[in-house]
Protein backbone atom coordinates (compact mmCIF):
# COMPACT_ATOMS: atom_id res chain seq x y z
CA UNK A 1 0.00 0.00 0.00
CA UNK A 2 1.07 3.56 -0.66
CA UNK A 3 1.61 5.49 2.09
CA UNK A 4 2.81 9.35 2.14
CA UNK A 5 3.77 10.61 6.18
CA UNK A 6 4.14 14.54 6.87
CA UNK A 7 4.98 14.37 10.73
CA UNK A 8 5.43 18.60 10.97
CA UNK A 9 1.40 19.91 11.95
CA UNK A 10 2.96 23.08 12.02
CA UNK A 11 6.12 25.02 11.17
CA UNK A 12 7.51 28.53 11.51
CA UNK A 13 10.31 30.36 9.68
CA UNK A 14 11.45 34.04 9.70
CA UNK A 15 10.86 35.96 6.42
CA UNK A 16 14.33 35.50 4.16
CA UNK A 17 15.60 32.46 6.12
CA UNK A 18 15.25 28.57 4.66
CA UNK A 19 13.01 26.35 5.77
CA UNK A 20 12.74 22.31 5.14
CA UNK A 21 9.05 20.53 5.21
CA UNK A 22 9.62 16.66 5.66
CA UNK A 23 7.93 13.83 3.83
CA UNK A 24 8.54 10.11 3.46
CA UNK A 25 6.78 7.71 1.74
CA UNK A 26 6.27 4.22 1.26
CA UNK A 27 5.76 1.86 -1.73
CA UNK A 28 6.79 -0.99 -3.36
CA UNK A 29 6.31 -0.10 -6.59
CA UNK A 30 9.63 0.33 -8.57
CA UNK A 31 8.85 3.25 -10.61
CA UNK A 32 7.09 6.57 -8.69
CA UNK A 33 6.49 10.21 -8.68
CA UNK A 34 6.60 12.70 -5.76
CA UNK A 35 5.13 15.95 -5.68
CA UNK A 36 4.82 19.24 -3.20
CA UNK A 37 1.65 21.45 -3.66
CA UNK A 38 0.74 24.40 -2.02
CA UNK A 39 -2.43 25.64 -0.72
CA UNK A 40 -3.00 29.29 0.22
CA UNK A 41 -5.84 30.30 2.59
CA UNK A 42 -8.02 31.01 -0.38
CA UNK A 43 -8.09 27.11 -0.64
CA UNK A 44 -6.60 26.22 -4.32
CA UNK A 45 -4.08 23.55 -5.13
CA UNK A 46 -0.74 24.83 -6.69
CA UNK A 47 1.71 22.46 -7.57
CA UNK A 48 5.22 23.27 -6.99
CA UNK A 49 7.78 20.60 -7.79
CA UNK A 50 7.94 17.14 -8.89
CA UNK A 51 10.83 14.36 -8.77
CA UNK A 52 10.98 11.11 -10.46
CA UNK A 53 12.29 7.84 -8.43
CA UNK A 54 14.21 7.29 -11.36
CA UNK A 55 15.77 10.75 -11.26
CA UNK A 56 19.76 11.32 -9.87
CA UNK A 57 19.28 14.58 -9.64
CA UNK A 58 17.32 16.44 -6.74
CA UNK A 59 14.70 18.65 -8.42
CA UNK A 60 14.67 22.36 -8.15
CA UNK A 61 12.24 25.33 -9.11
CA UNK A 62 12.95 28.64 -8.05
CA UNK A 63 12.75 28.95 -4.47
CA UNK A 64 11.42 25.10 -4.19
CA UNK A 65 14.01 22.45 -4.40
CA UNK A 66 13.57 18.56 -3.59
CA UNK A 67 15.79 17.01 -1.13
CA UNK A 68 15.15 13.53 -2.57
CA UNK A 69 17.14 10.36 -0.43
CA UNK A 70 15.57 7.46 -1.88
CA UNK A 71 16.99 4.95 0.50
CA UNK A 72 15.79 6.21 3.00
CA UNK A 73 12.13 7.32 1.48
CA UNK A 74 12.41 10.46 1.82
CA UNK A 75 11.54 13.94 -0.29
CA UNK A 76 12.09 17.22 1.75
CA UNK A 77 10.56 20.25 0.19
CA UNK A 78 13.32 23.26 0.66
CA UNK A 79 12.10 26.77 0.12
CA UNK A 80 14.49 29.19 0.80
CA UNK A 81 14.54 32.97 1.71
CA UNK A 82 11.20 32.26 2.90
CA UNK A 83 8.39 35.27 1.92
CA UNK A 84 5.19 35.96 3.55
CA UNK A 85 3.32 34.85 0.54
CA UNK A 86 4.83 31.56 1.46
CA UNK A 87 2.44 31.24 4.32
CA UNK A 88 -0.06 28.18 3.26
CA UNK A 89 -0.52 24.71 3.74
CA UNK A 90 2.51 22.22 1.73
CA UNK A 91 1.16 18.42 0.78
CA UNK A 92 3.42 16.08 -0.17
CA UNK A 93 1.95 13.24 -2.67
CA UNK A 94 3.10 10.26 -4.24
CA UNK A 95 2.11 8.79 -8.14
CA UNK A 96 2.19 5.35 -8.26
CA UNK A 97 1.48 2.06 -10.41
CA UNK A 98 -1.80 2.57 -10.50
CA UNK A 99 -1.88 6.65 -11.40
CA UNK A 100 -3.22 7.55 -8.39
CA UNK A 101 -2.21 10.49 -6.10
CA UNK A 102 -1.54 9.61 -2.75
CA UNK A 103 -1.30 12.98 -0.05
CA UNK A 104 0.03 13.32 3.29
CA UNK A 105 -1.75 15.25 6.24
CA UNK A 106 0.11 18.57 5.00
CA UNK A 107 2.55 21.24 6.86
CA UNK A 108 1.06 24.18 7.88
CA UNK A 109 3.60 26.52 7.24
CA UNK A 110 3.86 30.45 9.13
CA UNK A 111 6.01 32.79 8.10
CA UNK A 112 6.95 35.46 10.17
CA UNK A 113 8.10 39.30 9.28
CA UNK B 1 -5.79 28.95 -14.05
CA UNK B 2 -5.53 24.92 -13.96
CA UNK B 3 -7.78 24.14 -17.13
CA UNK B 4 -10.00 22.04 -14.52
CA UNK B 5 -13.22 23.33 -13.76
CA UNK B 6 -15.53 22.62 -11.02
CA UNK B 7 -19.39 23.90 -10.35
CA UNK B 8 -20.55 24.83 -8.39
CA UNK B 9 -18.06 26.86 -5.89
CA UNK B 10 -20.14 26.53 -3.25
CA UNK B 11 -23.17 25.02 -1.89
CA UNK B 12 -25.54 24.85 1.21
CA UNK B 13 -27.81 21.88 1.91
CA UNK B 14 -29.63 20.37 4.51
CA UNK B 15 -29.63 17.02 6.39
CA UNK B 16 -30.42 14.27 4.61
CA UNK B 17 -30.46 15.66 1.02
CA UNK B 18 -28.83 14.47 -1.95
CA UNK B 19 -26.32 17.08 -4.38
CA UNK B 20 -24.47 16.69 -7.13
CA UNK B 21 -20.86 18.25 -7.75
CA UNK B 22 -19.50 18.66 -11.21
CA UNK B 23 -16.25 18.36 -12.78
CA UNK B 24 -14.62 19.16 -16.20
CA UNK B 25 -11.16 18.35 -16.47
CA UNK B 26 -8.24 19.44 -18.18
CA UNK B 27 -8.76 19.19 -22.82
CA UNK B 28 -7.45 16.06 -23.29
CA UNK B 29 -6.66 14.55 -19.58
CA UNK B 30 -8.61 11.23 -19.73
CA UNK B 31 -7.91 10.54 -15.97
CA UNK B 32 -9.88 12.20 -13.49
CA UNK B 33 -10.02 12.06 -9.32
CA UNK B 34 -12.19 13.38 -6.40
CA UNK B 35 -10.77 14.50 -3.32
CA UNK B 36 -12.75 15.10 0.22
CA UNK B 37 -10.86 17.52 2.44
CA UNK B 38 -12.60 18.38 5.75
CA UNK B 39 -11.49 21.34 8.13
CA UNK B 40 -8.13 21.19 8.89
CA UNK B 41 -7.31 17.87 7.49
CA UNK B 42 -5.50 16.40 4.36
CA UNK B 43 -7.29 15.23 1.10
CA UNK B 44 -8.77 11.83 1.30
CA UNK B 45 -9.10 9.94 -1.73
CA UNK B 46 -12.38 9.01 -2.73
CA UNK B 47 -12.69 8.10 -6.50
CA UNK B 48 -10.67 7.56 -9.78
CA UNK B 49 -12.43 7.39 -13.52
CA UNK B 50 -10.12 6.64 -16.37
CA UNK B 51 -11.84 7.28 -19.84
CA UNK B 52 -15.29 6.45 -18.52
CA UNK B 53 -14.40 3.79 -16.62
CA UNK B 54 -14.02 3.62 -12.44
CA UNK B 55 -10.39 2.62 -11.64
CA UNK B 56 -10.16 2.45 -7.62
CA UNK B 57 -12.09 3.91 -4.82
CA UNK B 58 -10.58 5.60 -1.80
CA UNK B 59 -12.43 5.84 1.69
CA UNK B 60 -15.49 6.89 -0.45
CA UNK B 61 -19.65 6.27 1.40
CA UNK B 62 -21.68 4.37 -0.38
CA UNK B 63 -23.76 6.85 0.09
CA UNK B 64 -21.71 8.49 -2.06
CA UNK B 65 -21.39 7.87 -6.07
CA UNK B 66 -19.58 8.67 -8.94
CA UNK B 67 -19.31 8.82 -13.05
CA UNK B 68 -17.19 10.10 -15.90
CA UNK B 69 -19.61 10.72 -19.08
CA UNK B 70 -18.35 10.36 -22.92
CA UNK B 71 -17.29 13.71 -23.32
CA UNK B 72 -15.36 13.16 -19.94
CA UNK B 73 -16.85 15.54 -17.40
CA UNK B 74 -17.44 13.46 -14.11
CA UNK B 75 -19.76 14.15 -11.50
CA UNK B 76 -19.76 13.18 -7.74
CA UNK B 77 -23.07 12.50 -5.94
CA UNK B 78 -23.67 12.96 -2.40
CA UNK B 79 -26.95 11.80 -0.74
CA UNK B 80 -28.22 11.32 2.74
CA UNK B 81 -25.90 13.87 3.58
CA UNK B 82 -25.01 14.56 7.10
CA UNK B 83 -23.70 17.07 9.15
CA UNK B 84 -19.72 15.09 9.06
CA UNK B 85 -19.95 15.47 5.08
CA UNK B 86 -19.24 19.01 5.22
CA UNK B 87 -15.83 19.66 3.49
CA UNK B 88 -13.88 20.63 0.51
CA UNK B 89 -14.50 18.52 -2.34
CA UNK B 90 -11.67 18.42 -5.03
CA UNK B 91 -11.41 17.41 -8.57
CA UNK B 92 -8.17 16.84 -10.16
CA UNK B 93 -7.22 15.64 -13.72
CA UNK B 94 -4.41 14.16 -15.22
CA UNK B 95 -2.73 12.92 -18.36
CA UNK B 96 -3.61 9.07 -18.69
CA UNK B 97 0.08 7.71 -18.12
CA UNK B 98 3.04 8.31 -16.74
CA UNK B 99 4.50 9.51 -13.57
CA UNK B 100 5.98 12.62 -14.51
CA UNK B 101 2.37 14.79 -14.49
CA UNK B 102 1.38 16.43 -11.71
CA UNK B 103 -2.81 15.93 -10.97
CA UNK B 104 -4.05 19.70 -11.97
CA UNK B 105 -7.18 20.25 -9.42
CA UNK B 106 -9.78 22.29 -9.58
CA UNK B 107 -11.01 25.47 -7.78
CA UNK B 108 -13.45 22.94 -5.19
CA UNK B 109 -16.64 22.80 -4.55
CA UNK B 110 -17.36 24.00 -0.46
CA UNK B 111 -20.18 21.77 0.83
CA UNK B 112 -22.17 22.83 3.53
CA UNK B 113 -24.31 20.93 5.24
CA UNK B 114 -26.83 22.41 7.82
Known amino acids: AQKITQTQPGMFVQEKEAVTLDCTYD???????LFWYKQPSSGEMIFLIY??????QNATEGRYSLNFQKARKSANLVISASQLGDSAMYFC??????????FGTGTSLTVIP | DSGVTQTPKHLITATGQRVTLRCSPR?????VYWYQQSLDQGLQFLIH???????AKGNILERFSAQQFPDLHSELNLSSLELGDSALYFC?????????????FGQGTRLTVV
Open chain 1, 27 to 33: TSDPSYG
Open chain 2, 49 to 55: YYNGEER
Open chain 1, 51 to 56: QGSYDQ
Open chain 1, 93 to 102: AMRGAGNQFY
Open chain 2, 92 to 104: ASSVPQGMSTEAF
Open chain 2, 27 to 31: SGDLS
